[in-house]
């Protein structure tokens, strides 16, 4: 990793200075308090946050790559900031898996270091992080995914503390007949586990396990450690019919409910999909 002069901290948001950059065509390390963006000619190529699991995280626990594999590419191609190519070039992944992983755990990251949008700590120009090039993002779309994802977990929960806290069962609540995904993800709640574990836990992307554990919390079911035996500070929405619709679901639910949506980072990473293809 090649690094120069810090530059000074500024009172500019995050979002505005990395709009700045990338009119500037820069490169290097944004930092924040959550997490780290890295930016090459002005495109955010990685983003880092130390509440979201990791790419090698999403690898090794979904199977698609062995805890082995992962490691050798590191200590073959870190130093030189290839493990990307490492890991295609040894035949341990397909170019496309590591590409569609590559934008879940990017964007996952941007939401939490983009969430309150506080002034950056500081910026490092020439910084490179050592997995390397896989795909680059306009820091527009970024920001955009960032703001769309925030305002659609505000829609179902509006408490953010849910998607960093460690959360807790609420007693009471009967938790029968819930989507295969949510019940999955209900399973995990443990009173220790914070989303991010849990997404580890269920090789699952964050953004993906934060929409059903607002869900969750929507229907009081899960909160945060310590107001678990509390009532929610907003009313309890009754269980919705089998035939209401379900406007921001991205679980399938049983054959008497309508069809859902594709999930909301389907979507996104299909609209990439299309233009990389175009390009």
Known sequence: MTTSTPTPRTEQSASALL?????????GALSTETGMVYLAAG???????????????????????????????IDQAGRR???????????????????LCHLGALFDA???????????????????????AV?????????????????LLHRIWPEPSVDRAPLA????????DLPARRGRTLAQVDGVRTAAQIATALACRTFHTLVELR?????????PVGAATSPPPFPEPS???ASAPATVSAEPGPAPRPPAPDEPDTALLRRLLHALEAL
Do not use: I, M, N
């Not at 869900?215 to 909160?223: M, Y």
């Open 19 to 27: 709009g700045t950059l990338a009119k500037q065509g820069a490169t």
């Open 43 to 73: 495109h955010v190529v990685h983003v880092e946050s130390a509440v979201t699991p990791d790419l090698g995280d999403l690898l090794t626990h979904s199977g698609a790559l062995a805890p082995d594999g992962w490691w050798e590419a």
């Open 81 to 99: 900031c290839r493990v990307g190519r490492q890991l295609v070039d040894s035949g341990h992944l397909a170019a496309g898996a590591l590409e």
């Open 110 to 132: 941007a939401y939490f270091v983009l969430a309150h949008d506080g002034p950056p700590l500081r910026f490092r120009p020439g910084a490179a992080h050592w997995l390397g």
């Open 135 to 151: 795909r680059s993002v306009p820091v527009d779309t970024v920001l955009r995914e960032s703001r769309r994802r925030r305002e």
């Open 169 to 176: 069962r609420v007693p009471g609540p009967d938790a029968t």
């Open 215 to 223: 869900r969750l919390a929507a229907a009081g079911l899960v909160a």
């Open 239 to 241: 269980p919705a019919p």
